[in-house]
Nanobody
Framework: QVQLVESGGGLVQSGGSLKLSCAAS????????MGWYRQAPGKERELVATITSDGWTKYAASVKDRFTISINNAKNMVYLQMSSLKPEDTAVYYCNANGTRWVVIEFRTWGQGTQVTVSL
């Protein structure tokens, strides 16, 4: 079973920065892509940013030029550097990973989420 553990959330003032981290663990694991999604109260979960193991990235329009996603393949970790944070960035941020285990077993899994709160 692949497990994801997020860290780095918290409370920050508008205009501030935070860095989220997510570590993946699991035997026989080969990650193809990792990403960050978020869910604000009363809203659906939405994509924030994704990155493939070879570095291709995709960002939501609302965070492009403010957030940067990066991956450390050796450590099976993904990061989200968030800058110029706005109150509308307030949400629970979830890490996501997909890939294979033992070459043939596909997986897609979620972390437990970490709260990011941006105050005025």
């Amino acid at each position: 079973q692949v497990q994801l553990v997020e860290s780095g959330g918290g409370l920050v003032q508008s205009g501030g920065s935070l860095k989220l981290s997510c570590a993946a663990s699991g035997s026989g694991m080969s990650i193809e892509a990792m990403g960050w999604y978020r869910q604000a109260p009363g809203k659906e979960r939405e994509l924030v940013a994704t990155i493939t193991s070879d570095g291709w990235t995709k960002y939501a329009a609302s965070v492009k030029d403010r957030f940067t996603i990066s991956i450390n393949n050796a450590k099976n970790m993904v990061y989200l550097q968030m800058s110029s944070l706005k109150p509308e960035d307030t949400a629970v941020y979830y890490c996501n990973a997909n890939g294979t285990r033992w070459v043939v077993i596909e997986f897609r899994t979620w972390g437990q989420g970490t709260q990011v709160t941006v105050s005025l």
